[in-house]
């Protein structure tokens, strides 16, 4: 009876799928830093818009759905663990600096930076495993305005 049950809890785990791609992961991170401060800003929005794209290869009609979704999926969320999850599985160290500049990026589209947004910056970088001195590295290339 137990070796029966076993059998078909380890079957339904293999046939689980991922509860998020890669893309909507990307998204929803970067939507959780929109909203950390609690004041959308159009030009916060648009810096979401250009680095999702910038991350994600996706055509323009797949990517107004995942600019929707991903701000919808970081609203539901209850931590960022399952997000950055994704990520550490898909993503090179290179790309995972990538992702931590646009937060950045996004950080900064309306000129000033919230605790709040330095925070979250700092929770992402760690759970990423992204070192502290590219951390730091890469708010300063987006505050000196290299890309």
């Given at each position: 009876?137990?070796?029966?049950f ?7 785990h293999?046939?689980a799928k ?6 909507l992961?990307?998204a929803?991170l970067?939507?959780e ?7 959308v ?8 818009q250009k ?5 994600v290869n996706?055509d323009?009609?797949a990517m107004?759905?995942l ?16 997000f950055?999850q994704v ?6 160290a290179?790309?995972?600096?990538s992702v931590i ?6 950080a900064y589209a309306?000129?000033s930076l919230?605790p709040?947004?330095?925070?979250t ?12 001195s590219?951390y730091?590295?890469?708010?300063l290339e987006?505050i000196?305005?290299?890309?």
């Open positions: 009876m137990l070796k029966s076993l059998k078909l809890f380890e079957e339904s293999k046939k991922p509860a998020y791609t890669l893309e992961a990307t929803a970067l939507s830093l929109v909203n950390a401060d609690n004041q800003t159009e030009t916060e929005k648009d810096e979401y680095q999702l794209k910038r991350l996706v323009d009609e107004a759905l600019l929707d979704k991903g701000r919808e999926t970081a609203d539901e969320a209850v931590d960022l663990v399952h950055t990520l550490n599985k898909h993503y090179s290179e790309e995972k600096v500049k646009s937060l950045w990026a996004i309306d000129e919230a709040l947004e330095e925070s910056i700092r929770q992402i970088a760690d759970l990423l495993y992204v070192p502290h590219q730091i590295k890469t708010k987006v000196e305005g290299t890309n």
